[in-house]
């Protein structure tokens, strides 16, 4: 078995301010393959963002204060900056969630695209666009092959009529093409990994879908491998081989998606999926409001989620929640796995339970 293309092991985050210091993210460990969708799915606050941006190196101000990342076996949490740009330019592209920030309003999507070729051609020269503030394309053939390209990424990402939207800037684009314009910005590196962070979320479900599908694509046909943050569990569904739940800063249970979403084990992700199949009843178990994590200055003993937990017991407040197997590729940290698989399979009537029952078969 190949080593993993991406390796997050026991990170740490942390963000110092005035009103003192947040372990954005606290511990959290996963990997993603090569050719795999792997999603993180969590409320807002959980420290989605803040793992993403650590993967990136983007996480000033925060700080990563412990744990590794590795990536293709490298370590990125020590690498040298001009050892991350040449990574940023070729290997990792990041999609965010406002794609307004991402486009610079004085160029024509066409060039920003065709920037993003040159600079994965160039190898990790600086961006010179945002640098200079000018257009890097003053040799016409250059722009021409490189306006070509652009052409050809447009067409990937969905954008209609591509020889005609290469001159658009950003102002004239819909939301929905210009977060297709970023996603293309993206690609254009044909990084071995990409990070999408809610790159869906401002958008109608029709063109949600769409993107969707095409990540799917890219992943089937490039072999990308493709970490999709979300807070919306049908995104995750529709798109992601593996899901990792988060919850202030750690992951409660990581695992299939197929088997998360169906048979969840942690009191928490049964919580979170309860509330979204019927989000309106904001009474379902308490959880929907009340499940967020108020404070993250406060110490970490215990379980994040003890306070909301219906099986809370006092193991549960007493010291670190070890990381079990609930079966092989099933992460679950929560000591009280076992009385809550009971309770799951009677929740979940829907499902005979799919693992036979039996939460601690052997990998
Ligand atoms: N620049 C910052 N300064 C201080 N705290 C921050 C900063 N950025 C994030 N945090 C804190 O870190 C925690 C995790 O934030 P993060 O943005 O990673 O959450 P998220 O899961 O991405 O949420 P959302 O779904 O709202 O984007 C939050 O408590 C947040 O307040
Ligand atoms: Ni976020």
């Known amino acids: 078995m190949s080593e993993s293309l991406l390796r997050v092991e026991n990170l740490h985050t942390r963000f110092d301010s005035d009103q003192g210091t947040v372990d954005a993210v606290n511990g959290v460990s996963f990997t993603v393959d090569r050719a795999e969708i792997v999603g993180i799915l969590g409320e807002s606050g959980s420290g989605k963002?803040?793992?993403?941006?650590?993967?990136?190196?983007?996480?000033?101000?925060?700080?990563?204060?412990?744990?590794?990342?590795?990536?293709?076996?490298?370590?990125?949490?020590t690498a040298a900056e001009a050892t991350l740009c040449r990574l940023r330019g070729n290997s990792i592209s990041m999609v965010f969630q406002d794609p307004t920030e991402t486009l610079n309003p004085v160029f024509s999507v066409g060039e920003q695209i065709?920037?993003?070729?040159?600079?994965?051609?160039?190898?990790?020269?600086?961006?010179?666009?945002?640098?200079?503030?000018?257009?890097?394309?003053?040799?016409?053939?250059?722009?021409?092959?490189?306006?070509?390209?652009?052409?050809?990424?447009?067409?990937?990402?969905?954008?209609?009529?591509?020889?005609?939207?290469?001159?658009?800037?950003?102002?004239?684009?819909s939301g929905g093409l210009r977060q297709r314009a970023v996603l293309a910005t993206a690609l254009a590196s044909e990084p071995a990994l990409l990070i999408a962070d809610e790159p869906t979320t401002a958008l109608d479900t029709t063109t949600q879908a769409d993107i969707l599908r095409r990540l799917r694509s890219l992943r089937d046909e490039q072999n990308?491998?493709?970490?999709?943050?979300?807070?919306?569990?049908?995104?995750?569904?529709?798109?992601?081989?593996?899901?990792?739940?988060?919850?202030?800063?750690?992951v409660m249970e990581a695992g299939p998606v197929e088997r998360i979403l169906t048979a969840?084990?942690?009191?928490?992700?049964?919580?979170?999926?309860?509330?979204?199949?019927?989000?309106?009843?904001?009474?379902?178990?308490?959880?929907?409001?009340?499940?967020r994590p108020q404070?993250?200055?406060?110490?970490?003993?215990?379980?994040?989620?003890?306070?909301h937990c219906q099986h809370v017991t006092d193991a549960?407040?007493?010291?670190?929640?070890?990381?079990?197997?609930?079966?092989?590729?099933?992460?679950?940290?929560?000591?009280e796995a076992p009385v809550s698989e009971a309770q799951s399979v009677s929740e979940q009537q829907?499902?005979?339970?799919?693992d036979g029952g039996q939460q601690h078969d052997t990998a």
């Open 295 to 307: 404070d993250h200055t406060g110490s970490h003993e215990g379980c994040p989620f003890a306070d």
């Open 316 to 335: 549960c407040r007493s010291g670190p929640i070890q990381t079990t197997e609930a079966a092989s590729d099933h992460r679950l940290a929560c000591v």
């Open 49 to 77: 963002s803040a793992t993403a941006q650590s993967i990136c190196r983007l996480e000033a101000p925060g700080k990563i204060v412990d744990g590794s990342i590795t990536f293709a076996g490298r370590e990125l949490t």
């Open 264 to 291: 969840p084990k942690h009191p928490y992700t049964r919580a979170l999926l309860s509330c979204s199949v019927r989000n309106s009843d904001a009474d379902e178990r308490g959880h929907s409001a009340m499940a």
């Open 350 to 354: 829907e499902r005979p339970a799919a």
């Open 114 to 173: 065709a920037e993003s070729v040159r600079i994965h051609e160039s190898s990790g020269k600086q961006r010179l666009l945002d640098f200079l503030g000018v257009s890097p394309f003053r040799d016409r053939s250059a722009w021409e092959n490189a306006r070509e390209r652009a052409i050809e990424l447009m067409e990937q990402v969905g954008i209609p009529n591509p020889d005609a939207s290469v001159s658009s800037f950003p102002h004239e684009l």
């Open 224 to 250: 990308t491998s493709i970490l999709l943050i979300s807070h919306d569990i049908g995104v995750i569904a529709q798109t992601c081989d593996r899901v990792v739940v988060l919850y202030d800063g750690q």
